[in-house]
Every structure is written in C-alpha cells, then in structure tokens.
C-alpha cells in the first residue's frame, strides 16, 4: 500500500499572500521512497487545510513578526503610524527599534505639516493597515496588510464561511479551508495555526490504508510593509509628490532601477542575519511586486531576475500591471540547490506609453573572446579567458514615446534605455572598467545612429571614485587613476582611449547640486547623500558592507531630472542587521527618478 512518508514546508511561520506549497514523500508498498510527482498507479492523494479558530486577536511584533507582541508604543499611535508597526515582542526589542521610531516619529509630524490631510494616504501606500487598539485584556483589533496578493490565487475552495470542522485532541475547533495541494494564508488566517493533513486514498474505493500525516505550522503573520518613499522635487519646493500620477498629468516619466536578488543567491548562509521566511522565494516575490509596483514608474530596469522566475512570476505579473517586458540572461548558468540556473537584466516599460523599436543583447563575453584574441599571445589566452570572461550583459531598448510631448506636431520621441550588471569581484577592477568602457562604446554607435536621449541604469558594482564611476560620470579616467594599475591583460592601455562622448551624468548626484532651499523633506535627502561626491550614501547595506553601485545616468543635453526617490537611511534598516529584511527583499535599495526631455536643437 502506498503511504505519505514525511510532509515539509521551507519554513514553519505562514505570510499572509505568499503560498504554501508542501514537499511530498511518499513510501510505496516495497519501501522505498518517491516524491509525489511521480506518477503512481492506482491511488490519489488528497489534501486538506485547516486553521485553528480562536476568538482571540494576537497581535504581532513590528520587528520579529514570527512573536507576540507584548508592548505598543504610544508615540506612533499619536502620529497616527500604521498600527502594525507600533508593536514589539519585548522591552528590549522596543529599546532597540527606539531610534527607528524617533526617525518615524519626526518623519510623521513633518508630513502633516507639508501635506496636510495627504499623511494617511502618503502613509498608506503600499497597502493600508486596520487599525486596532489595545484591550484591557491584552488582546487587539484585526491588524492586516492587505498590500498586493497573487491574483488568480486558488486555495481549492472558495469559502465565505468555514465549512468543515474538526475537533482536535486538546478539544480545540480546526475549520476546513483548503482542499488542494498549495495554500495562500489570508487576512482571515492571521494570527492562527494552520494543519495541512494529506493522506493516499484508493481510486476505486476512495478507502485509505494508512493514516493520514499531518504538518502544524506556526501563526500566520501578516505581510511586513515597506515604508512608503517619496518623490522629492529638486527645483526646490516644498512637499513630496506623489508617484504615478504627477508625471502621468506632465507628460513626463519616470525610471526605476533595481538589483532585486535573485533567489539562487539568497541564501541562509550568506545572509544569516534575515529569518529563513523572509528570504524564501514565495515571499520575497511577493514583497518585491508590492514594492515594485507601489512606485509605478513607467520604466523599470531590474537585475539579478532568475531566468525562470522572468517565465513564471514577473513577465506574467508585470503584464497585469500593463507592462510588456524584455529580458536578457547571463550567458553560463550556475549549479545551485539541485539544479542549474541562471539570472539576467529585465526591462518593462508601460505600454500605454511605450512601444518597442529596438533591441540590443551585449555579451561581454564575445566581446571579451575579441580582445583576447588580438591583446593576448597564444600561450596566456586560457588565463586571459579565465579572468575575462564572467557572463555579465548589458539589454539596450530603444523605445518610442507615445505621449511625452502631447498635443506637439514634431515627430515621435524616441528614448534608449541601458540596463546592465556588471561583475562584482573586487579583484577584478580592469575587468568592472573594461565592461563598462565596452558599453558606452556601444551606446556611442548608437548616438551616432540616431541622436536621442539615453539613460544607462543598472548595478555597476563601483562605488563613487572608482575607475568605472569616473568614465561614466566624467567621460574619461584619469590616467593617475590607482585602479588603472591593475591591468595584468594590458586591456586599459592606452589610459587615453578610456573615455566617451556622451554627456551622461548621475540622476541622484546633479540633481543634488540643484537643490535649493529648506523643507523637511529636502533636509532628510540631503543627509542620505555624500557631500564628497554627491552621491547617495548607500543603495546596498548587507552586514558586512555598505555603500553606494547602483545609479541612473542620462543624457544632461536631452533630459532633465525633476524628482527623485527618497533614499533610505540607515537607521531604519539596521533595526533589522541589514539587507534583506523582512521589510526589504533585496540587499539593493531601488533608485528612480522623474524626467522631463529637453527640446532638441535641430541639427
């Protein structure tokens, strides 16, 4: 007789929105061992879910949402914070985050100032919380984060009321509410214990021969919620704009770029310091579409995107959002958890503002296959091979507005926008700077083809001074530069071809010099930016670094900035080590910044 061996879930703590899909063994009546995809004759397993119902509401820690919480703090309540994000399991706990509240705190008071009555929806954002308050009893109101679900989700039944009840041993009541294989925890399940009970049954007979096996999770917890940013106008007014629409009414747009961690990276030991729920696929995925699409830029360049997650989860879901999408993998996959993968640049852009006209794939590979063959003699090309060659790309669009400039009688407008990642090693630093030299080159053909506005986003794993950061900002690499010394390949020589002619400078680090005046929102910038090189201070914070690599250069003589993204400050992200968090997906902050194009010369 068959038989379920053993049931497994990744993680043992529930997220409201992101699927719960169990590892099934089964034992066959000759012992051995098989999973449930492999076909057996003759029997069926059936599924059931369940949760425990209580009366009692549990509220949850803002900081360890896996706990209790046992204390509120009455400083967010008055500033009229999400609810949520007022508990902790602890006094230590509390102690700890207190800093972060103070930010909040100040934060908050600010924005009632500039913005009035605006403070609940800028608040609300990315999904709005119930509010509930504090029972002499120490139980609370429902607290959700309603944020963005998986649409088409599908539990097996649809129920308005639990159906089926069972009791269990300790006398308490489980409801039936589930009868499929996979199940997406609710608002409803928050703060209650799910059961997943699976036993083998008979096809003819519908009888089992073994008793069913059962699986007990934690609580479920509701879904952390990004803290809601801002654009900030750099023309020096007062006040936060609200994203999606102002640019929408202007005829301006915005771009988004984000290295956004592909999963066969996210691992338990290199980021030691995330709980193993908030680092798992089912929901960073989810945290980072609430995220993503809560900026609604009408560009978005992302990196780092798995190439089976661009076919199964962000092309499908982007395209409800009215996004066509364009992808472009690396060129070697990597062995990772049982099987081989491989992650690329993605970049969607609205159709209702965008149409495609062309495409550009650029494999540092091939091109490094070129170089080799002509700088390096014959017996050192396998280690020239073996340092050059490390599968970055770059993806190029060419994209045709369809309404920048409405009610103009001139011809269509047309954008190029580059997405790249270039590779990370340290040790590596003429091969960063010979990628990044090789497709600005590239883009220089392209300019030369058709006189257009250019943006280049994406990580180029270079802090502000580097070599790589010199060329893209400046046009050309001092040839005293420290970093051209490292060049065992002779590839950066001459230091005078090391340039380009494009007029490319930094969104974040022009518009900086361009802000004037005070305001909260503008004094909050300015100290997430680095006076020595007007850059931000960091866009990635893992434990063991911090600093800035990702950034969004334009074409100064064609486009003008006229907003951008807040920035993140450190204090709020240390409260939970560093990145990824379970309120961040990505050890990368996203960047995004508002356009506006010039009018062009006619030539």
Same mark, same amino acid.
């Given at each position: 007789?068959?038989?379920?061996?053993?049931?497994?879930?990744?993680?043992d703590?529930?997220? #409201?929105? /992101?699927?719960?899909?169990?590892y099934?063994?089964?034992?066959?009546?000759?012992?051995?061992l098989?999973?449930?995809?492999?076909?057996?004759?003759g029997?069926?397993?059936?599924?059931?879910?369940?949760r425990? %119902?209580?009366?009692?509401k549990?509220?949850? /820690?803002?900081?360890h949402p896996?706990?209790?919480? @046992?204390?509120?703090?009455?400083?967010?309540v008055?500033?009229?914070?999400?609810?949520?994000?007022?508990? &902790?399991c602890?006094?230590?706990?509390?102690?700890?985050?207190?800093?972060? &509240?103070?930010?909040?705190?100040?934060r908050? @008071?600010? @924005?009632?100032?500039?913005?009035?009555?605006?403070?609940d929806?800028l608040?609300?954002?990315?999904? $709005?919380?119930?509010s509930? #308050?504090?029972?002499t009893?120490?139980?609370?109101?429902?607290i959700?984060?309603?944020g963005?679900?998986g649409a088409?989700l599908?539990?097996?039944?649809?129920f308005?009321?639990?159906?089926?009840?069972?009791?269990g041993?300790?006398?308490?009541?489980?409801?039936?509410?589930?009868?499929?294989? !996979?199940?997406?925890?609710?608002?409803?399940?928050?703060?209650h214990?799910?059961?997943?009970?699976?036993?083998?049954?008979?096809?003819?007979?519908?009888l089992?021969?073994?008793?069913?096996?059962?699986?007990?999770?934690?609580?479920?917890?509701?879904?952390?919620? =990004? !803290?809601?940013? /801002?654009?900030?106008?750099?023309?020096?007014?007062?006040?936060?704009?609200?994203?999606?629409?102002h640019n929408a #009414?202007?005829?301006?747009?915005?771009?988004?770029?984000?290295?956004?961690?592909?999963?066969l990276?996210? !691992?338990?030991?290199?980021?030691?310091?995330?709980?193993?729920?908030?680092?798992s696929w =089912?929901?960073?995925?989810?945290n980072?579409?609430?995220?993503?699409?809560?900026?609604?830029?009408?560009?978005? /360049?992302?990196q780092?995107?798995?190439?089976?997650?661009?076919e199964?989860?962000f092309a499908?879901?982007f395209?409800?959002y009215?996004?066509?999408?364009?992808?472009?993998?690396k060129?070697?996959?990597?062995?990772?958890?049982?099987?081989? #993968?491989?992650? $690329?640049?993605?970049?969607?852009?609205?159709r209702?503002?965008?149409?495609?006209v062309?495409?550009?794939?650029?494999e540092?590979?091939?091109?490094?296959?070129?170089v080799?063959?002509?700088?390096?003699?014959?017996g %050192?090309?396998?280690?020239?091979?073996h340092?050059?060659?490390?599968?970055?790309?770059?993806?190029?669009?060419?994209?045709?507005?369809?309404?920048?400039?409405p009610?103009?009688?001139?011809?269509s407008?047309?954008?190029c926008?580059?997405?790249?990642?270039?590779?990370?090693?340290?040790?590596?630093?003429?091969v960063?700077?010979?990628?990044?030299h090789?497709?600005?080159k590239?883009?220089e053909?392209?300019?030369?083809?058709?006189?257009?506005?250019?943006?280049?986003?994406?990580?180029?794993?270079?802090?502000?001074g580097?070599?790589?950061?010199?060329?893209?900002?400046?046009?050309?690499?001092?040839p005293? &530069?420290?970093?051209?010394?490292?060049?065992?390949?002779g590839?950066?020589h001459?230091?005078?071809?090391?340039?380009?002619?494009l007029?490319?400078?930094?969104?974040y680090?022009s518009?900086?010099?361009?802000?004037?005046g005070?305001?909260?929102?503008?004094?909050?910038?300015r100290?997430?930016?680095?006076?020595?090189?007007n850059e931000?201070?960091f866009?990635?914070?893992t434990?063991d670094?911090i600093?800035?690599?990702?950034?969004?250069?334009?074409?100064?003589?064609?486009?003008?900035?006229?907003s951008?993204l807040?920035?993140?400050?450190?204090?709020?992200?240390?409260?939970?080590?560093?990145?990824?968090?379970?309120?961040?997906?990505?050890?990368?902050?996203?960047l995004?910044?508002?356009?506006?194009?010039?009018?062009?010369?006619r030539?």
């Amino acid at each position: 007789m068959l038989s379920v061996f053993r049931l497994h879930l990744p993680s043992d703590i529930p997220v #409201v929105g /992101c699927e719960l899909n169990p590892y099934v063994l089964l034992r066959r009546p000759d012992n051995t061992l098989i999973t449930d995809e492999i076909p057996t004759d003759g029997y069926y397993l059936r599924y059931k879910w369940y949760r425990v %119902q209580t009366d009692k509401k549990v509220p949850i /820690c803002s900081v360890h949402p896996s706990k209790a919480a @046992t204390l509120q703090c009455v400083g967010c309540v008055k500033a009229k914070l999400p609810v949520a994000k007022s508990y &902790h399991c602890s006094e230590k706990c509390f102690s700890d985050s207190w800093r972060h &509240h103070r930010a909040l705190h100040a934060r908050s @008071t600010d @924005t009632v100032h500039e913005n009035g009555a605006e403070d609940d929806e800028l608040l609300g954002r990315f999904g $709005g919380s119930v509010s509930g #308050v504090l029972a002499t009893g120490g139980t609370v109101g429902p607290i959700y984060n309603t944020g963005i679900q998986g649409a088409g989700l599908n539990n097996g039944s649809v129920f308005s009321r639990p159906a089926n009840t069972t009791e269990g041993a300790g006398g308490e009541t489980w409801y039936e509410v589930g009868c499929s294989k !996979t199940y997406t925890p609710t608002i409803d399940d928050v703060g209650h214990v799910l059961k997943l009970e699976c036993v083998a049954l008979d096809v003819t007979t519908g009888l089992s021969f073994a008793p069913a096996s059962t699986l007990i999770t934690g609580c479920v917890i509701p879904a952390p919620s =990004p !803290t809601p940013r /801002c654009l900030i106008p750099v023309n020096g007014l007062e006040g936060n704009l609200e994203l999606g629409i102002h640019n929408a #009414v202007s005829g301006n747009f915005t771009v988004l770029s984000y290295n956004v961690l592909a999963d066969l990276y996210a !691992t338990n030991d290199i980021y030691t310091y995330c709980p193993p729920w908030a680092l798992s696929w =089912p929901y960073r995925r989810q945290n980072l579409l609430r995220e993503i699409i809560g900026y609604d830029a009408d560009i978005v /360049c992302l990196q780092e995107v798995q190439s089976d997650h661009f076919e199964d989860f962000f092309a499908p879901e982007f395209e409800k959002y009215g996004y066509a999408a364009v992808y472009k993998k690396k060129t070697t996959e990597v062995y990772t958890r049982s099987t081989y #993968v491989i992650d $690329g640049c993605a970049t969607f852009f609205r159709r209702e503002r965008f149409s495609l006209v062309k495409k550009y794939e650029v494999e540092f590979n091939k091109a490094a296959q070129s170089v080799a063959e002509v700088l390096v003699p014959t017996g %050192q090309k396998k280690g020239a091979f073996h340092r050059l060659l490390k599968d970055n790309v770059a993806l190029i669009v060419v994209l045709e507005a369809k309404d920048i400039n409405p009610g103009s009688s001139a011809k269509s407008q047309l954008l190029c926008v580059a997405n790249t990642h270039i590779i990370s090693n340290p040790e590596l630093k003429d091969v960063k700077l010979w990628q990044v030299h090789t497709l600005l080159k590239g883009l220089e053909k392209i300019a030369l083809s058709a006189d257009i506005p250019m943006l280049v986003c994406g990580d180029f794993n270079s802090t502000p001074g580097s070599a790589p950061h010199e060329l893209l900002a400046t046009g050309r690499v001092e040839p005293s &530069h420290p970093e051209l010394t490292t060049d065992p390949l002779g590839i950066l020589h001459p230091a005078s071809k090391l340039c380009h002619k494009l007029p490319l400078v930094s969104a974040y680090s022009s518009s900086f010099t361009r802000m004037v005046g005070g305001g909260s929102s503008l004094d909050r910038q300015r100290k997430q930016m680095d006076p020595a090189t007007n850059e931000p201070l960091f866009t990635n914070c893992t434990r063991d670094f911090i600093g800035t690599l990702d950034y969004i250069f334009y074409t100064a003589d064609s486009l003008k900035v006229e907003s951008l993204l807040e920035l993140l400050d450190e204090v709020s992200i240390r409260k939970d080590t560093a990145l990824p968090s379970p309120e961040w997906s990505s050890d990368h902050t996203a960047l995004l910044a508002e356009f506006s194009c010039k009018p062009r010369p006619r030539r």
